[in-house]
């Protein structure tokens, strides 16, 4: 994909430190560095992940990672609107954070809080980016965040996790409000293609949610939509890099462009049944399940005569099946398996896009993925 987009600078706007969060996931300076270093970023905005005990202990190390990370990392604080969070914004800011990070769900707020107001004000006076999750588990929050973004047209609000909550309509107001930015830490082909195609490309942020996602793997399936949608290459290399580059160095936003729109495609009705059946075969991976059975129907989906105008798409995802087997058994602990069903259900969904060579051997894509994969590792994935 990279190839695909001369010249990307890759920044990555979502990625997390800590050793303490609930659910199990850590990820420590170094290996957040090895994963940007992988595919040469330049950089990344980082935050603590969730701290039962609060947050201000976790954002003095992220602090400190970001100075000796020789500025690669720009440090966030995370607050939690409950517990006087001016006053914490303010000292991390004036030690050197250039962001603020808030999590719904975590905290169980909503951005009607009045403390919520108070740090969008404190941002919009700093002209500051705010990074609000908005994926799954929560109510719909656009509705507040464009309120928002209205009353506070310095501060940037990045809704993240593509913004799944309120996607269903926020496309419409989002031209109203060039400081309300979308980030692409998620993995949904649906989601992810009508990201692309419905918001203006200059509000949406690459982002990997890592050590959830990987800044050294998340751009394969992320750069695919966006080409099928029909971005240019202006456009990706302003969401890839350019956009957030900017607003790390506090500088004004700038347009690239109105959103492309739904294009008129052909079908590709096999290609759809391959892509259903490889999400049900990744959704119940992640939950725990058995995916024998959707992981079985997906190959025999692939089962197409040689002379169909996407028989190089199915081989691709064909290989890819191969490299998840071989990983998977290498590895059966190892969440990052996952990588290749998110990719082969992608490339199901992206089939204008060029896949690599059919003749690509299993053992070398498995030992290239599992070099990348070891570079962005998190000790409990």
Not at 29 to 36: F, M, N, R, V
Not at 183 to 200: C, E, G, N, Q, R
Not at 333 to 345: E, G, H, K, V
Request: charged letters at 20%; aromatic letters at 6%.
């Amino acid at each position: 994909m990279l190839e695909q987009v001369p010249g990307i600078e890759l920044f990555d706007v979502h990625t997390h430190l800590g050793q303490n969060d609930p659910d199990g996931m850590r990820q420590t300076p170094e290996e957040l560095i090895a994963g940007l270093e992988a595919v040469n970023a330049h950089g990344a905005f980082v935050f603590p992940m969730h701290e039962p005990d609060g947050y201000p202990r976790a954002n003095d190390a992220v602090l400190a990672a970001a100075r000796e990370a020789g500025g690669r990392l720009v440090p966030f604080c995370r607050v939690n609107p409950h517990d006087d969070p001016v006053t914490e914004a303010e000292r991390c800011l004036d030690a050197g954070a250039r962001g603020i990070k808030l999590h719904p769900r975590a905290e169980q707020f909503t951005l009607d809080h009045p403390g919520v107001r108070a740090l969008i004000a404190l941002a919009n006076e700093r002209t500051l980016p705010v990074l609000i999750h908005a994926g799954r588990g929560i109510p719909a929050l656009g509705l507040h965040a464009v309120d928002l973004a209205g009353e506070f047209p310095n501060a940037r609000l990045i809704l993240a996790h593509a913004a799944i909550c309120d996607l269903s309509w926020i496309w419409r107001v989002a031209p109203d409000h060039p400081n309300l930015l979308f980030d692409t830490a998620w993995w949904m082909p649906a989601d992810m293609l009508s990201l692309f195609s419905l918001i203006p490309p200059g509000q949406i942020l690459f982002a990997s949610d890592a050590p959830y996602g990987s800044t050294a793997l998340s751009p394969s399936f992320q750069i695919r939509s966006a080409l099928q949608a029909g971005l240019s290459g202006d456009q990706i290399r302003s969401v890839t890099g350019g956009q957030a580059l900017r607003i790390a160095a506090g500088e004004p936003l700038q347009p690239a462009g109105p959103a492309v729109g739904e294009r008129e495609r052909a079908g590709h009705v096999l290609l759809d049944r391959v892509s259903e059946f490889l999400l049900l075969t990744a959704i119940a991976s992640m939950r725990g399940g058995d995916p024998a059975e959707m992981l079985a129907l997906a190959r025999l989906s692939c089962d197409v005569p040689e002379d169909v105008d996407d028989a190089p798409v199915f081989a691709a995802i064909r290989q890819l099946l191969d490299d998840f087997e071989a990983y998977a058994d290498e590895h059966p602990n190892d969440r990052r398996r996952l990588t290749f069903l998110i990719l082969a259900a992608t490339v199901a969904r992206t089939p204008d896009v060029p896949v690599p060579g059919a003749e690509r051997r299993a053992a070398g894509a498995t030992a290239s993925f599992d070099s990348a994969a070891r570079s962005a590792a998190a000790p409990s994935a």
